[in-house]
T-cell receptor, first 116, second 115 residues
């Protein structure tokens, strides 16, 4: 049973370009979460999605960031017009379809975004 | 206010010794989870303890939870060099307006196990 998969593992973008980060949850999982980790920091919650629904995007910046989890295919975190401050590791996690919790989240290896 | 503050920030021990890491948090929680992160890698889920549990074991790991003190500890017994990693506690908030899915992480404890 493959774990959470993320790609690319490393992404370099120039300022102003777009970054697209992809996440495939574990088999059987229908809940996806995105977190951001700055150097020497813990992870910060960004967004929680279920298939075709954004449940909670309270941790996501209001501008330039968007996320989706379509009926088919991976979840996508999209960052438009990247700036140097967007450089970070972005982690995706997934959990089983149990709305009552606890939400035991399984993390992918992360995508390290570097903005030059 | 930040949940999940780990203590100490860094810990260095000899192989075979026990390692204890602590986590304090500020608001009521439903669950507390511990994760390990090797340098430059993703997080590995270690253990989840519910707010109505006081202690949990998994292999060489022992986790305690004291909700009255809003603190948890992770004990790794008979440490190995492969245990070298950063360890994070993650809490969810047990109050309306924030789903219990929303994990809040501390900055972690960097554990170095010297062979």
């Amino acid at each position: 049973n493959a774990g959470v998969m993320q790609n690319p593992r490393h992404l370099v973008r120039r300022r102003g370009q777009e970054a697209r980060l992809r996440c495939s949850p574990m088999k059987g999982h229908s809940h996806v979460y995105w977190y951001r980790q700055l150097p020497e920091e813990g992870l910060k919650f960004m967004v929680y999605l279920q298939k075709e629904n954004i449940i909670d995007e309270s941790g996501m910046p209001k501008e330039r960031f968007s996320a989706e989890f379509p009926k088919e295919g991976p979840s996508i975190l999209r960052i438009q017009q990247v700036v140097r401050g967007d450089s970070a590791a972005y982690f995706c996690a997934s959990s089983p379809p149990d709305d009552t919790g606890p939400y035991e989240q399984y993390f992918g290896p992360g995508t390290r975004l570097t903005v030059t | 206010s930040q949940q999940g503050e780990e203590d100490p920030q860094a810990l260095s021990i000899q192989e075979g010794e026990n390692a204890t890491m602590n986590c304090s948090y500020k608001t009521s929680i439903n669950n507390l989870q511990w994760y390990r992160q090797n340098s430059g890698r993703g997080l590995v889920h270690l253990i989840l303890i519910r707010s109505n549990e006081r202690e949990k074991h998994s292999g060489r790991l022992r986790v305690t939870l004291d909700t009255s003190k809003k603190s948890s500890s992770l004990l790794i017994t008979a440490s190995r060099a492969a245990d070298t990693a950063s360890y994070f506690c993650a809490t969810d908030a047990a109050y309306s307006g924030a789903g219990s899915y929303q994990l809040t992480f501390g900055k972690g404890t960097k554990l170095s196990v010297i062979p």
